[in-house]
């Protein structure tokens, strides 16, 4: 599976939230395996400065317009007026992504070195990612970026799925039938929930017709337990 900028960006990059605590268990048991791209770590990591930067100028605007409190002596409200250290903000947010995708080994796709011929040839032609956006330059590291996606499916003969709330991404995803976009990680971990029951419904039915031919060899099992 691959999640672009914006689903990191959805969850305000907090990957211990109850979404990503679920996917850890996916990524933890192996059921499912990341992939990334230098394009999407450097996004990261700039939009992490970005929404940093602006949330604590907002709590230093908040600092100054609350004069009443300033003089209050009770317990917890001097932190209010604690000045925070961006940069080391910044670099503590960084860090906890690249630990999140060296933990889960996360495969980096090099989508700055795809070759840039059929980039540019959907980019002359207004076709996924820049047919429904005014500013059409500005879809070109996720041109890049699907066209790695692609290389990955055709190098490893497997399908991935591709998660982005972005639908001119999505809509590049689309020209490749081995990549399958969803909207939102809650909808990568209900098709993962769905391909489990799928899977154990299978295996209940196999040993269900199966069990009475085998039932001599295994006495001390109970048919009652192996239909649960």
Not at 6 to 27: D, I, W
Not at 50 to 72: F, M, P, Y
Not at 94 to 104: E, G, N, Q, T, V
Request: aromatic share 10%; net charge negative; with cysteine.
């Amino acid at each position: 599976m691959f999640l672009d900028t914006q689903v990191y960006e959805a969850h305000k990059f907090n990957l211990n939230s109850t979404t990503f605590k679920a996917l850890r268990r996916h990524l933890e048991s192996r059921r499912l395996k990341l992939v990334t791209s230098d394009i999407t770590i450097s996004e990261v990591g700039a939009h992490i400065e970005l929404h940093v930067r602006r949330e604590i100028a907002v709590l230093e605007k908040t600092q100054k317009d609350l004069g009443v409190l300033r003089g209050s002596e009770l317990d917890g409200v001097a932190n209010v007026y604690t000045a925070i250290d961006v940069d080391k903000v910044i670099e503590e947010r960084k860090a906890a992504f690249i630990d999140f995708l060296k933990k889960y080994e996360a495969e980096e796709l090099e989508a700055t070195a795809q070759d840039a011929g059929p980039v540019f040839e959907k980019y002359f032609a207004s076709e996924p990612p820049f047919d429904t956006t005014k500013d059409k330059k500005s879809e070109f590291p996720d041109a890049f970026v699907v066209e790695a996606l692609i290389k990955w499916t055709e190098d490893n003969g497997a399908d991935l799925f591709v998660v982005t709330g972005d639908e001119p991404f999505r809509d590049a995803c689309d020209e490749c039938d081995e990549l399958r976009p969803l909207r939102t990680l809650a909808e990568l971990l209900d098709h993962v929930a769905q391909d489990d029951e799928k899977l154990a419904n299978f295996v209940r039915q196999e040993i269900k017709e199966h069990f009475p031919k085998y039932r001599n060899e295994f006495p001390k099992v109970s048919s009652l337990w192996i239909f649960t």
